[in-house]
């Protein structure tokens, strides 16, 4: 036997294995999309509505004919590490494109891979600005290839002030409780402040908790003792149930105004939902919308899954698709390589307008950021119902 046959032999073999896991082409005809959320612990209703939706835009794509596509979800738990690992055996199956991760501080630590392998990604609801940004707090070195269907925690702030200084009869003291170890919450709160001065609305209490917090009456009395008619809370919807219970049983009865994090309120375990009567909040999608993509949409999802698609839903159906629409016009394949079909789509996106049930006329700048205009809902016996 010839052993530097064998050898050789063995060695190229490995090379060609490897540089076919490197370039991340399909063997299965389909193009293949990966992604991550927490589909167990306290955040599984995001990860659970984003791979629920994701998968029936799959599903619809490829029974309508043309390019086909694969998905393949894994649980982080919304955790850094649990990403980290969620993201290598996405490569390993061979991910063309990513839909990046479901929650802001996983994503923060996963971005830098997907940039490092040009895997085009594009996060239905990470939102924080560090998902996109190596500085997230200079705005500066964007990654190029990781962008965002769900708004930045900045503009969620700018909008949100924009919306009570526009909608006067909230009231025009407004208290804040936030919370101070979370980007999500912070991003917002600072942009909200600075477009507060700017627009001339009164803040007069800003109160703040850390994760884990399960007591709020200090918070809620110092903003009830204050005169505050409107109650800003850019948190999710977790604690904000606690602060609504603590608001109920202090008697205090001002305008309850939240972010996206606020869906899911509703399905909180143990909450009772009345005290969420005439809470409004911040969000690209209301189910309530009459356009025939939106009706189609939500009712598929309530015969798959027995319940109203939240905003999560929505921003991972519109990511899916918008990823399908970039696909067909730059003529992805699923022959090539996840570093071809990256360039492919970052062209496209930064060049094409999409419409979908998150909104039309959509656009991606080429730092990744979205432009769509947010709408207002407010919950009404027990459902979100859209205000304008």
């Not at 979800?73 to 991760?101: C, H, I, P, R, S």
Request: with cysteine; hydrophobic share 40%; proline share 3%.
């Amino acid at each position: 036997m010839n052993f530097k046959k064998v050898l050789k032999g063995g060695l190229a073999s490995l090379l060609m294995v490897s540089m076919t896991a490197c370039s991340n082409s399909s063997d299965d005809g389909t193009i293949k999309i990966g992604g991550s959320g927490p589909l167990t612990g306290d955040a599984a209703v995001y990860g659970t509505a984003v791979k629920n939706a994701a998968q029936l835009a799959v599903d619809e794509i490829n029974e309508a004919g043309g390019l086909q596509f694969s998905l393949n979800f894994q649980d982080d738990k919304a955790d850094g590490e649990t990403a980290t690992t969620a993201y290598n055996t996405l490569v390993d199956w061979g991910m063309q494109v990513g839909l990046g991760t479901t929650t802001s501080g996983a994503g923060q630590v996963v971005s830098p891979l997907y940039a490092e392998d040009n895997i085009f990604a594009i996060t239905p609801s990470a939102s924080s600005t560090g998902v996109v940004y190596q500085d997230a707090d200079k705005l500066t070195n964007a990654y190029g290839n990781v962008f965002q269907m769900c708004f930045t925690d900045p503009n969620l702030g700018t909008a949100s002030a924009q919306y009570i200084s526009e909608h006067g009869d909230m009231g025009n003291k407004i208290a804040v409780i936030y919370r101070n170890d979370d980007n999500y919450s912070t991003g917002i709160y600072n942009t909200f402040v600075k477009e507060a001065d700017k627009l001339g609305l009164e803040i007069v209490s800003v109160e703040t908790f850390t994760d884990g917090a399960s007591d709020f009456s200090v918070q809620v009395s110092k903003a009830a003792s204050s005169g505050a008619d409107v109650l800003f809370l850019p948190i999710y919807y977790q604690p904000a149930s606690l602060i609504l219970a603590e608001a109920n049983k202090q008697g205090y009865e001002p305008t309850f105004f939240g972010c996206d994090g606020m869906d899911g309120i509703l399905t909180q375990d143990g909450f009772d939902t009345s005290l969420a009567e005439g809470l409004y909040m911040l969000t690209p999608f209301s189910a309530d919308a009459t356009d025939e993509k939106t009706v189609n949409f939500v009712t598929k999802y309530k015969e798959l899954y027995g319940e109203v698609p939240n905003q999560f839903a929505a921003d991972a159906y519109d990511a899916v698709y918008a990823i399908v629409a970039a696909c067909e016009k730059a003529g992805v394949t699923s022959e090539m390589g996840a570093s071809e079909v990256c360039d492919k789509l970052v062209s496209e996106f930064t060049s094409m307008t999409f419409d979908g049930v998150t909104g039309k006329n959509v656009t991606w700048s080429e730092t990744g950021e979205v432009s769509k205009s947010p709408k207002a809902v407010v919950i009404q016996n027990g459902s979100y119902v859209g205000v304008e």
